[in-house]
């Protein structure tokens, strides 16, 4: 399988948004999970976000429900996190996982097969 590959990380000041896309074309014909994780050093990957292809259902850890979201183009080809009203604790690398499995999608590092290599995001307060 293709790695997915991610971009859109950056620099924000605090109650600022950022979008990350990911590049998921070797997964668009899949309805497995899709996700996106984040790790800060000395800690876990934590899972952020999925999205279960097969019917759009779209979850999320209780740290980001309501700030961010979780979508993917019409082709299935890219997936994206829209992050809104950043903090600081939010600064993390990103990561986008893909072959989840079938829905309903577990936001756990061990049910994700594919990684991409991440993106840095770094929120100032």
């Known amino acids: 399988q293709v790695q997915p590959v991610e971009s859109g990380g950056g620099s924000v000041q605090a109650g600022g948004s950022l979008t990350l896309s990911c590049a998921t074309s070797g997964y668009s014909d899949s309805n497995y999970c899709l996700g996106w994780f984040r790790r800060v050093p000395g800690k876990e990957r934590e899972g952020v976000a999925a999205?279960?292809?097969?019917?759009?259902?779209?979850y999320y850890s209780d740290s980001v429900k309501g700030r961010f979201t979780i979508s993917q183009d019409n082709t299935r080809n890219t997936l994206y996190l829209q992050m809104n009203n950043l903090k600081s604790d939010d600064t993390a690398m990103y990561y986008c996982?893909?072959?989840?499995?079938?829905?309903?999608?577990?936001?756990?590092?061990?049910?994700?097969?594919?990684w991409g290599q991440g993106t840095q995001v770094t929120v100032s307060s």
């Open positions: 999205i279960y292809p097969g019917d759009g259902t779209t």
């Open positions: 996982a893909a072959d989840g499995g079938r829905g309903p999608c577990r936001l756990r590092e061990n049910a994700f097969s594919y």
